[in-house]
C-alpha cells in the first residue's frame, strides 16, 4: 500500500518508532452537526473513502467537494503490538481544521481547537492489543464564526485573494511509540558569538536518577557533548562549540544532536534532531543575524496547491517552491496568512532560506477582546513548535487587521498579542501586525501596491532622506524601527483569461511586466531606510494571477524576463 505524505513529519525532533496512519480513511459528511447526538463516534460506519492527509475540498483526497460541509468524521483502524504497550503511545496530528475530537475504541481522548497548529493526545490508556478504531470530528463553520481562517473564502465561490476552503485533516497524522517517562519537547537556543547552543528539554514521567546525554557533531564529527541530571519536568543545558560553523542565507551550516534519556546506564529514549547555530539583532534600521545586517528579499508565498489545497502533494513539492525562489534571487518568504507545515522549515533549514513564522488571522473579530480566546492558545502552540527552526527570523501573528463589521481593531488584543510572543520567544523580533494597523512591533512594515514607477522611485527617495512613507498615518505612527515594504508588486498578468485578479491594471505585455518588477523593486534597493521588500507573489493562486509562476508552478514568462527579475533581486542594496 502507498502510503501518501509517508515521510516523518518533524525531522527536527525525530523517533524510530513511529507509524504513519496516513492513507484511505473511512469518511462521513455531517451537514446537520447532528453526528454526535447520534453518537457516530460510537458506530463509525462511514460509506465514503478519503486519502488523509488532503483535505476533503481537494482532488487528491478521492472527494473533491468544495461547498459548506459544517462537519465532517473520519474513522480507520490501526493495531497495536504487545511489545509497543510497553510504555506510552502517544497520537499527533500535524493540523484539523477547525474545532477537533478523537476517540479511540469509542472513548473520547481528547479536544483541539484551531485549524493551524499540531497536537497530539496519549492514547496509552484507551488503546488494547491487537486492532483498534479511531475517529476523528471536526465541525468548521467558517460564515458562523468568527474564526481564524487566512484565506480561506467565506462566501461560496473563491474571489480575490480568498481561494478554496480547507476542512478537517489537512496534516500527516501518525503515531508514536515512547518509554513510560520520555522525552516530550526540547528548545534550542542558539549563540553565534560565544558560540554555544542552550537546550531546554522537558521530561514527561517519573524522573528520579534520570540523566540527560547530548551529542552534538557537524559532518559526523563530534561537536560537543555533555550528561547531566534530570531536573524534574524541565531541564536546561547547554553545549559550548569550538570554532562554530554558523547558519546564514544561503550558508545552510546545520548541525545533528542526539537527546538520550538515560537511567542506571540504560538508554531508555533516544531522539535525534539538528539546530543551526544563528544569532538575530533589530537596530539602527536593519535586521542583523550573526551581527551583519542583511536585505530580506522575500516573496510572498501562500501555500496553496491546486490538487492538494493547503497541502502540498509532495514532499518535494515543498522544497521545489523554494527552489524556484531562490533561483529568481529571493532569499526567503513570508509564509502567508497560513501556519505552514514542519517540513517546510525543515526544507528552509537546509538551503539557508529566511523565513517569517505567520497565522492565518483573517477572519478573526479583531475589534473584540475576546478573539483572543480564539487566536492566542493556538499562536503560542504555533511558536513553541516552530522555535529552533534557524530559517525563522520573524513571528508576524496577524496581518492586515482591518476593522470587522465597522469596528476599529481592540489596540489591546494586538498588544496581547506581542507581549505573549515575546514571553515565548525574546530571540527574534515580533511584527504586531503587518502592514496595518501596528500598535507596537519590532520592525515597522507597510505594504505598497502603488504600480506608477515614477511615483515609487519618488517616494522612497523622500524615504531615504528620511521622510518615512506610511500607508496609514491617521491609524498607526513610525517610531523609529526597522522599516521595509513586507508587500508590494503584484502585477497581474494572465493573457486573453478575462477572470483573473491582481493589482493595479494588468500590464500590457510581459515586458511591462519586467520594467515594472525592475523599477518597484529598484526604488526599495536604493532606499538606505529600507531593509527588505516582500513582492506578491510566487505563485499564482486560483483566480488571483499575480504570480511568478503559475498555480501548477509552471513558468509563465520567457527566460529573458526571469532573468532580468533574478538579476534585479541581486542588486546590492544601500543598506549593505
Not at 508514536?176 to 517517562?181: A, I, S
Not at 529552533?388 to 489591546?412: A, K, L, M, V
Not at 508590494?488 to 483573473?500: N, T, V
Amino acid at each position: 500500500m502507498i502510503i501518501p505524505r509517508a515521510e516523518h513529519p518533524r525531522p527536527q525532533f525525530e523517533r524510530e518508532n513511529w507509524v504513519n496512519l496516513n492513507g484511505e480513511w473511512n469518511f462521513a459528511f455531517d451537514f446537520s452537526v447532528s453526528g454526535k447526538e447520534r453518537q457516530w463516534y460510537l458506530h463509525p460506519e462511514f460509506s465514503q473513502k478519503i486519502q488523509v492527509p488532503f483535505c476533503p475540498e481537494s482532488k487528491l483526497s478521492g472527494i473533491g467537494f468544495t461547498d459548506f460541509m459544517n462537519a465532517v468524521w473520519y474513522s480507520r483502524k490501526f493495531s497495536i503490538k504487545k511489545k509497543q504497550l510497553d510504555g506510552r503511545v502517544l497520537l499527533h496530528f500535524g493540523a484539523v481544521d477547525y474545532l477537533c475530537e478523537v476517540w479511540i475504541n469509542g472513548k473520547s481522548v481528547g479536544t483541539h481547537k484551531g485549524g493551524y497548529a499540531s497536537f497530539s493526545f496519549d492514547i496509552t490508556d484507551f488503546v488494547a492489543c491487537g486492532e483498534n478504531t479511531i475517529v476523528v470530528y471536526a465541525l468548521d463553520m467558517p460564515r458562523e464564526n468568527p474564526q481564524p481562517r487566512g484565506k480561506q473564502s467565506a462566501p461560496f465561490y473563491s474571489q480575490g485573494c480568498f481561494y478554496t476552503r480547507t476542512t478537517g485533516i489537512w496534516q500527516t497524522v501518525w503515531l508514536e511509540f515512547v518509554p513510560k517517562t520520555y522525552i516530550q519537547s526540547v528548545h534550542l537556543t542558539t549563540d553565534s558569538t560565544n558560540g554555544t547552543v542552550t537546550a531546554r528539554l522537558r521530561v514527561a514521567g517519573e524522573t528520579m536518577r534520570y540523566q540527560l546525554r547530548l551529542a552534538a557533531s557537524f559532518d559526523e564529527a563530534e561537536a560537543a557533548s555533555c550528561t547531566v541530571g534530570v531536573d524534574g519536568e524541565y531541564t536546561t543545558v547547554q553545549l559550548r562549540i569550538e570554532d562554530p560553523k554558523l547558519w546564514n542565507i544561503g550558508e545552510p551550516n546545520l548541525y545533528t544532536i542526539t537527546y538520550e534519556l538515560v537511567r542506571d546506564g540504560q538508554i531508555l529514549d533516544s531522539v535525534k534532531g539538528y539546530f543551526g547555530i544563528r544569532s538575530l539583532e533589530w537596530w539602527d534600521g536593519a535586521l542583523r543575524i550573526n551581527g551583519r545586517p542583511v536585505f530580506q528579499r522575500l516573496v510572498l508565498d501562500q501555500g496553496f496547491y491546486p490538487d492538494g489545497i493547503c497541502t502540498a502533494p509532495t514532499d518535494d513539492a515543498l522544497r521545489r517552491d523554494i527552489a524556484l525562489s531562490m533561483e529568481l534571487g529571493f532569499n526567503g518568504a513570508r509564509m502567508h496568512q497560513k501556519v505552514f507545515e514542519e517540513r517546510y522549515l525543515y526544507h528552509a533549514d537546509r538551503m539557508g532560506y529566511l523565513v517569517w513564522g505567520e497565522y492565518g488571522s483573517w477572519g478573526m473579530d479583531v475589534s473584540s477582546a475576546g478573539a483572543i480566546s480564539d487566536f492566542l492558545p493556538e499562536w503560542l502552540e504555533v511558536v513553541d513548535r516552530d522555535y529552533s527552526h534557524p530559517c525563522i527570523i520573524t513571528w508576524c501573528p496577524f496581518n492586515e487587521t482591518w476593522d470587522y463589521e465597522g469596528r476599529q481593531q481592540d489596540d489591546g488584543l494586538l498588544r496581547v498579542a506581542y507581549h505573549a510572543t515575546k514571553s515565548a520567544d525574546s530571540t527574534r523580533p515580533v511584527i504586531d501586525t503587518s502592514g496595518s494597523y501596528h500598535v507596537i512591533t519590532d520592525m515597522y512594515d507597510i505594504h505598497d501596491y502603488e504600480q506608477d514607477v515614477s511615483l515609487y522611485q519618488k517616494r522612497y527617495r523622500a524615504v531615504a532622506e528620511g521622510d518615512y512613507y506610511d500607508t496609514h498615518p491617521k491609524r498607526q505612527r513610525y517610531g523609529g524601527q526597522p522599516y521595509l515594504v513586507s508587500e508590494y508588486g503584484g502585477a497581474w498578468w494572465a493573457p486573453g483569461r478575462q477572470d483573473g485578479w491582481g493589482y493595479g491594471e494588468q500590464p500590457k505585455s510581459e515586458q511591462e511586466v519586467a520594467e515594472r518588477y525592475e523599477g518597484l523593486t529598484t526604488a526599495l534597493l536604493e532606499c538606505k531606510n529600507v531593509c527588505g521588500f516582500c513582492y506578491t507573489q510566487l505563485t499564482d493562486v486560483e483566480q488571483e494571477q499575480n504570480g511568478l509562476y503559475t498555480y501548477g508552478r509552471e513558468r509563465k514568462f520567457s527566460d529573458e524576463i526571469y532573468e532580468i527579475i533574478r538579476r534585479t533581486n541581486l542588486k546590492k542594496a544601500a543598506i549593505e
